[in-house]
């Protein structure tokens, strides 16, 4: 049983188009973490959002936390094709904050 | 600044032969760390954690097996590998305490059970 889980599994798009990835639980999280990989490597943090209904922007990348902490989308405003690679949503249990579940993904792929 | 080691990088075992999988942080002390597994392109599954010296958690039950001999050192084992064990582990740290929580990663060990 997935506790997170991502949507769409794969996405591929032309340079300069937006996206949107989301990330769905019925489970609380004390905070929720998007991290992207590349093949054959470690993921790499790229944010966390605490707070209900935080909004957080890196660059072309806007990060949102439901109100309810359930759930979580990152948009990208026109895309690279250096923004190919895996994107994976991971939140911290409310229980035990020793434990972080990941969602199952998202492939982007962005053609020149 | 805080980093992490694992190795080795690849590794092609036959079933049925033992597995050692070594984690070592530096630059930071009494983290919590991790062992995760990935398959192709997917998620990550949670296998063990430990938040000191000698203190490990599972979280499914499995042919592996993990120790922390000391506070900086996570180690991943098994006696047996098994065809079903083959996939990219991953270690990663994360500060102890209640902190905001995020996870530092690895570079990814993959096994391959033949």
Known sequence: TQLLEQSPQFLSIQEGENLTVYCNSSSVFSSLQWYRQEPGEGPVLLVTVVTGGEVKKLKRLTFQFGDARKDSSLHITAAQPGDTGLYLCAGRSEYNFNKFYFGSGTKLNVKP | ?114
């Not at chain 2, 180690?75 to 209640?98: R, V």
């Open chain 2, 1 to 114: 600044s805080q980093t992490i080691h694992q190795w080795p990088a690849t590794l092609v075992q036959p079933v049925g032969s033992p597995l050692s999988l070594e984690c070592t942080v530096e630059g930071t002390s009494n983290p919590n760390l991790y062992w995760y597994r990935q398959a192709a392109g997917r998620g990550l599954q949670l296998l063990f954690y430990s938040v000191g010296i000698g203190q490990i958690s599972s979280e499914v039950p499995q042919n592996l097996s993990a120790s922390r001999p000391q506070d900086r050192q996570f180690i991943l084992s098994s006696k047996k590998l098994l065809l079903s064990d083959s996939g990219f582990y991953l270690c990663a740290w994360s500060p102890s305490g209640t902190g905001t929580g995020e996870l530092f990663f690895g570079e990814g060990s993959r096994l391959t059970v033949l």
